[in-house]
């Protein structure tokens, strides 16, 4: 795992987003949904276990960053239908892990709600969240 320097100067953000743009993409991942979860700790006075990992779970891709290179490829494809069967067929798999991820994404959503004893759309409203990409 890199790790990145941190300093304390006034340019010291303009460093540190440096450092980050210079992360394999796999690495920016995981360091945001690392950053997501610092930030829901600091806006929540204290969380318990499950809703640290409910939220680590609303906050992940639904695709690594290659999978989505790929589903963006096939989709332009299947839209200027140039697709091949088996690129199609590679479409719909995809689709399939992305829209089981997104299932998985409301499952953690819908328990957190429960939990915070609000709607999910409330909750969604307070994260900050757009209700199309949970559609």
């Known amino acids: 795992m890199p790790s990145i320097e941190l300093n304390s100067n006034k340019n010291g953000m303009n460093e540190i987003l440096t450092n980050v743009s210079n992360l394999e993409t796999s690495d920016l991942e995981f360091f945001l949904q690392e950053v997501a979860y610092l930030l829901a700790k600091r806006k929540v006075k204290s969380i318990s276990k499950r809703e640290s990992q409910l939220l680590l779970k609303i906050n992940k891709s639904l695709l690594s960053a290659k999978m989505q290179l790929q589903y963006d490829a ?10 091949t069967d088996i690129e199609h067929k590679k479409l719909i798999s995809i689709i399939k892990k992305r829209e089981k991820k997104g299932v998985e994404r409301l499952a953690a959503l819908v328990e957190l709600a429960q939990l915070k004893k609000i709607s999910p759309k409330v909750l969604m409203q307070q994260m900050g969240l757009s209700t199309l990409s949970y559609a």
């Open 74 to 83: 096939l989709y332009k494809k299947l839209k200027e239908e140039t697709i």
